[in-house]
């Protein structure tokens, strides 16, 4: 699978732990065997794996990932793929669930204001710092220098992989 995260794994393994469930086997690699061997056809056993996410309701995002995870898996184990084919696969439209944007002052205020002490803390965190919710909740107290309100985030709990210092307005104090 290259290079992906750590929560990609996951989710990717979720997905082929999915696809074993929708054929009743107790390993991916039984279907990968018959997909090989043309006891399955590929393209009729991820649609009906889809059909059965949905049918599971499973949400659209998911059901991209999983077959996602399934395509992955099968061109790994050198099964070759027809990129038109795999058009006809009945995949769910993508749906857009929510549109980032920086909440209002307002908005931040009302959140804090009818919120307990933690989540309060929290939320002056993020929005003081740029935080992303992993990277604090990944902070250790060694990653906080209180005097100089500076936050040094790890690399390997970031996004992008790249250490970076961010710093505590006095809002997030």
């Not at 309701?57 to 995870?69: L, S």
């Not at 307002?106 to 992303?132: F, H, K, M, V």
């Not at 060694?142 to 790249?162: F, H, Q, Y």
């Amino acid at each position: 699978m290259g290079r992906r995260s750590e929560a990609t794994r996951a989710t990717y393994a979720c997905g082929l732990d999915a696809f074993a469930r929708c054929f009743d086997v107790q390993s991916v690699d039984l279907l990968t065997a018959k997909i090989k061997s043309s006891e399955l056809d590929a393209y009729k056993t991820l649609d009906k794996f889809v059909g059965w996410l949905a049918g599971n309701g499973a949400a659209p995002k998911t059901i991209w990932i999983y077959a996602g995870a399934v395509k992955s898996l099968l061109e790994h184990e050198d099964v070759l793929l027809d990129r038109r084919k795999l058009r006809k696969v009945q995949l769910p439209a993508k749906v857009e669930v929510s549109i980032d944007r920086i909440p209002t002052r307002e908005e931040l205020r009302g959140l804090i204001l009818n919120s307990g002490p933690g989540t309060r803390a929290l939320i002056a965190l993020l929005a003081s710092s740029g935080l992303r919710i992993g990277e604090a909740g990944n902070l250790r107290i060694g990653n906080l220098e209180l005097l100089s309100n500076k936050i040094t985030v790890i690399a390997n709990k970031t996004k992008s992989r790249r250490t970076r210092v961010s710093f505590i307005t006095d809002v997030g104090q």
